[in-house]
């Protein structure tokens, strides 16, 4: 569980930081995206899961005491 709170915490830390930082960046970014195909969007979704599966297992790897592992 707290691994869980870890990670929605530090999503919504970063998500923060977008819209703090760079609220009408946000917006040419979002008008960018829908005009990317659906599919498109779909693998790059998939890339990134993909991605951010590697970036812990990588962590829990390297620093496993630290996680709990």
């Given at each position: 569980m707290t691994h869980i709170?870890?990670?929605?915490?530090?999503?919504?830390?970063?998500?923060?930081?977008?819209?703090?930082?760079?609220?009408?960046?946000?917006?040419?970014?979002?008008?960018?995206?829908?005009?990317?195909?659906h599919e498109t969007r779909r693998m790059l979704g998939l890339a990134c899961m993909a991605l951010g599966v590697v970036l812990v297992w990588l962590a829990k790897s390297a620093f496993g005491g630290a996680f709990g592992g």
């Open positions: 709170l870890l990670a929605i915490g530090l999503v919504l830390v970063v998500e923060g930081l977008v819209f703090a930082l760079a609220p009408s960046r946000l917006e040419e970014l979002i008008k960018a995206l829908a005009d990317i195909p």
